[in-house]
């Protein structure tokens, strides 16, 4: 067997770098392209480098320009390099431009792609990374998913249940990973000369940045909360808007407030190790903080992370400027808030995601199910049915004993439930999915 994987940006490599461990160890044969969607030094060699990981076989050096070209040069060398290699399986993480490239190859050149993180929805089609990750999942053959909520968004947009699996997130196994590195390499702390409470705040999204009535309402809460030393990593883009919206000075003249250049992934693992509360628009922070037991605070309307919430690890609050100011309070300054957020459980598991992803991947190559031929059956959609079940059984029981249907999706009452196989049906509604064989 043949794996390719396919990267483009920070996230993606950080994610995939405890599956690509498990790849090796198991001697599974594979290649690693790397699009060169993030293409500094910092982002690409180096930063295999220092995450321990193999450099990319190939780097197709995107580099940075508009949404249709960098996709169109990615998608033109991920074919060539597809059709070369011939991989038994390809697999993108997330929601890049890679990742939307890499699966449009993939399903163009019928070879079966695996998502991993698939099923996450934010319902704001203005995100371009809501639009990847659909297009990735309509063109998925594997579903590798975080959460039965993750699973349960694809079942409603059609995807077969059998080809999902709620496998956790690598997010949990990279930061058990990769802490372990920065923890010998990193000296951000000392460097830094931090002492005390630490809020750590990133914020980079167009929605925030680029609107300077957003922007200023998160500048003025950074400057009341004078209580804790707030360390600000400052995104380039962000960075030129606050200067063009005569905002940057008050913040560098704050006494409270560290603005300092954009850090390598290993020296923020460590920061946000060693911070109080994190404060952030990122999507892939969000489960970070919940993993290292960290509270964090949303500066958006609406997250593709809804379980952090749920768990009670993330508290999504907006730009309103109120509404983040008495919530960072809150959480600093009430020990038994902090502790709750803290021990929140984890949605994405216990760091074994990697190794469920491969052997799903193993089985689904040794049964045969990763060879796309097109059908040799007449096969014709007989219907959707709501159908009450009274009898104890379950959904695998269901299927066997009715072999022209689908489980769809489960209702207990009025709440879905993911269909999984030994699942009990009794005094459940089911939707089934019927077809003439």
């Known amino acids: 067997m043949k794996i390719a994987f396919i990267v483009g940006t920070r996230p993606e490599i950080i994610k995939m770098s405890p599956l690509i461990d498990e790849v090796k160890k198991r001697g599974v044969n594979y290649i690693l392209i790397h699009t060169g969607q993030h293409y500094d030094q910092e982002m690409s060699q180096q930063f295999f480098t220092d995450l321990e990981l193999p450099q990319p076989d190939y780097n197709i050096g995107v580099g940075s320009t508009t949404h249709g070209k960098q996709t169109a040069v990615m998608l033109e060398g991920i074919e060539k390099i597809l059709l070369k290699e011939t991989p038994d399986i390809i697999l993108v993480e997330g929601d890049t431009n890679a990742v939307m490239a890499g699966a449009i190859a993939s399903s163009k050149l019928h070879l079966p792609l695996g998502h991993v993180e698939a099923g996450l929805r934010s319902f704001d089609k203005t995100m371009p990374e809501e639009i990847n990750r659909m297009i990735a999942d309509v063109c998925s053959d594997l579903y590798f998913v975080p959460t039965e909520e993750s699973a349960i968004n694809l079942i409603f947009e059609g995807v077969n249940p059998h080809d999902i699996f709620i496998t956790g997130n690598t997010v949990v196994d990279a930061c058990m990973r990769n802490l372990k590195i920065a923890e010998k390499n990193s000296n951000i702390i000392s460097r830094l000369d931090l002492d005390g409470d630490i809020l750590t705040l990133t914020i980079h999204r167009a929605e925030n940045v680029d609107d300077p009535e957003r922007l200023k309402n ?27 919206y005569g905002l940057y000075e008050s913040l560098e003249k704050a006494n409270h407030i560290q603005m300092i250049n954009p850090v390598g992934y290993l020296d923020f693992l460590i920061l946000l190790s060693h911070s109080k509360l994190v404060m952030t628009d990122s999507g892939g922070i969000q489960e970070e903080a919940i993993t290292l037991n960290l509270p964090c605070l949303t500066l958006r309307y609406n997250t593709e992370r809804p379980e952090t919430v749920t768990a009670g690890g993330n ?60 059908s040799d059956r007449f096969i014709s959609h007989d219907g959707w049915y709501l159908q009450k079940i009274i009898e104890n059984i379950n959904v695998s029981e269901f299927e066997k004993y009715n072999s022209n249907s689908l489980i769809r999706i489960v209702f207990d009452e009025d709440k879905a439930e993911y269909p999984y196989p030994l699942l009990s049906l009794k005094n459940k509604t089911i939707i089934v999915d019927r077809f003439k064989l």
Not at 219 to 244: G, Q, S
Not at 323 to 344: F, K, W
């Open 315 to 374: 508290i999504m609050v907006g730009t309103d400027k109120k509404v983040i100011v008495d919530n960072a309070r809150r959480i600093i300054g009430d020990p038994d808030v902090h502790l709750e957020m803290s021990e929140s459980i984890n949605p994405y598991g216990n760091g074994e995601t990697s190794q469920k992803i491969a052997d799903i991947i193993s089985k689904s190559y040794n049964d045969g199910k990763l060879i796309i031929n097109p």
């Open 218 to 244: 998160i500048t003025d809460a950074l400057l009341e909360l004078d209580e804790v030393t707030i360390i600000f990593p400052v995104h380039p883009r962000t960075r030129k808007n606050l200067i063009k």
